[in-house]
């Protein structure tokens, strides 16, 4: 075994490490801003795995946009929503976890034999290596094509739904004239319609 | 049993890690009670599958590296949906004042 094949074996026992260990974590902690920024962490772990299999430009994605803007967002979800509550015990809880932690698993058995047995096509055609950045860009733009465009029109539609969605009220009057402003059809008036009765 | 490949780690490898933090994110899915912590379980298990598509992709695909691009496009997709998923948890939070799970029984026949 060389120092390279030693180093490669070495930085995958350790990512994996932090991967699976960061998820438990992410999963079982209490605080949920621990959760989140473990979260962090798995998903730098992630790409550092991905940096192991010569993908460079999927590492850098992985960085930006799964570190860069969705971990914060979820940071910025939690401070908006992070209300002290104690939770209302259920009956059966207990049970509960202990039943899907059986099923998880059971479907962890299952993928773990399906992984072993498999007579995966090894070795297959030898890896294209530093040259997968300018592959990806042909693909994208050669037979991808549609998905890509069809991905600008997925982000579009997604940032809109959220504004729409996470707008706190509507303008009543228009600010710079004070007319009344018509956005009946797109939010009703601010009252609540989901209030829970049984709670003061 | 793990027959090894051009590199030292062997292809089985990848798919054990993949699937141990796909586990690990279905039983978060589950158990979780704070909405928050359901779409982060949500992103474990896609990390998990893109995983499983980088790793193929690496060692069997050889020059056409599909993997890599359906990974490019499992990360754009999960972008969308976290964006979607917390705005909808800002306006359920805003008319219900809690986040527990239990108590979003909204749909509920």
Same mark, same amino acid.
């Given at each position: 075994?060389?120092?390279?094949?030693?180093?490669?074996?070495?930085?995958?026992?350790?990512?994996?490490?932090?991967?699976? !260990?960061?998820?438990?974590?992410?999963?079982?902690?209490?605080?949920?801003?621990? +959760?989140?920024?473990?979260?962090?962490?798995?998903?730098?772990?992630?790409?550092?795995?991905?940096?192991? !299999?010569?993908?460079?430009?999927?590492?850098?994605?992985?960085?930006?946009?799964?570190?860069?803007?969705?971990?914060?967002?979820?940071?910025?979800?939690?401070?908006?929503?992070?209300?002290?509550?104690? %939770?209302?015990?259920?009956?059966?809880?207990?049970?509960?976890?202990?039943?899907?932690?059986?099923?998880?698993?059971?479907?962890?058995?299952?993928?773990? @034999?399906?992984?072993?047995?498999?007579?995966?096509?090894?070795?297959?055609?030898?890896?294209?290596?530093?040259?997968?950045?300018? @592959?990806?860009?042909?693909?994208?733009?050669?037979?991808?094509?549609?998905?890509?465009?069809?991905?600008?029109?997925?982000?579009?539609?997604?940032?809109?739904?959220?504004?729409?969605?996470?707008?706190?009220?509507?303008?009543?009057?228009?600010?710079?004239?004070?007319?009344?402003?018509?956005?009946?059809?797109?939010?009703?008036?601010?009252?609540?319609?989901?209030?829970?009765? +049984?709670?003061? | 049993?793990?027959?090894?490949?051009?590199?030292?780690?062997?292809?089985?490898?990848?798919?054990?890690?993949?699937?141990?933090?796909?586990?690990?994110?279905?039983?978060?899915?589950?158990? +979780?009670?704070?909405?928050?912590?359901?779409?982060? +379980?949500?992103?474990?298990?896609?990390?998990?599958?893109?995983?499983?598509?980088?790793?193929?992709?690496?060692?069997?695909?050889?020059? %056409?590296? @599909?993997?890599?691009?359906?990974?490019?496009?499992?990360?754009?997709?999960?972008?969308?949906?976290?964006?979607?998923?917390?705005?909808?948890?800002?306006?359920?939070?805003?008319?219900?004042?809690?986040?527990?799970?239990?108590?979003?029984? %909204?749909?509920?026949?």
């Amino acid at each position: 075994m060389t120092i390279a094949t030693s180093t490669e074996l070495i930085c995958f026992l350790i990512l994996g490490t932090v991967v699976i !260990l960061g998820a438990i974590g992410v999963v079982l902690l209490s605080n949920i801003v621990y +959760s989140a920024f473990l979260l962090g962490g798995v998903f730098m772990a992630v790409a550092g795995i991905y940096l192991l !299999l010569n993908a460079s430009f999927v590492a850098a994605a992985q960085v930006l946009v799964y570190v860069g803007a969705v971990n914060v967002l979820i940071l910025f979800a939690i401070m908006l929503v992070n209300k002290r509550e104690d %939770l209302k015990p259920i009956e059966g809880l207990r049970l509960r976890k202990f039943l899907s932690g059986g099923v998880c698993f059971g479907l962890l058995a299952l993928l773990i @034999r399906v992984d072993i047995s498999t007579p995966w096509a090894i070795p297959g055609p030898p890896a294209i290596g530093e040259k997968a950045t300018e @592959r990806i860009g042909e693909h994208l733009f050669t037979d991808y094509l549609l998905p890509f465009e069809l991905a600008s029109v997925l982000l579009l539609m997604a940032m809109i739904g959220a504004i729409v969605l996470a707008r706190r009220d509507v303008l009543l009057t228009d600010v710079g004239t004070g007319d009344s402003v018509d956005q009946g059809l797109i939010e009703k008036t601010t009252n609540p319609l989901l209030v829970d009765k +049984s709670t003061p | 049993m793990l027959e090894s490949s051009t590199g030292a780690i062997p292809l089985q490898a990848y798919l054990l890690l993949a699937s141990i933090l796909f586990c690990i994110g279905v039983w978060g899915l589950i158990n +979780s009670r704070n909405a928050v912590r359901v779409l982060m +379980s949500i992103e474990l298990m896609l990390n998990a599958v893109n995983i499983n598509l980088m790793a193929f992709s690496s060692y069997l695909d050889g020059d %056409l590296i @599909r993997g890599q691009v359906f990974t490019v496009f499992v990360i754009t997709v999960a972008a969308a949906e976290a964006a979607v998923g917390l705005a909808i948890l800002l306006s359920l939070y805003r008319n219900r004042v809690t986040v527990d799970m239990e108590s979003f029984n %909204l749909l509920r026949w």
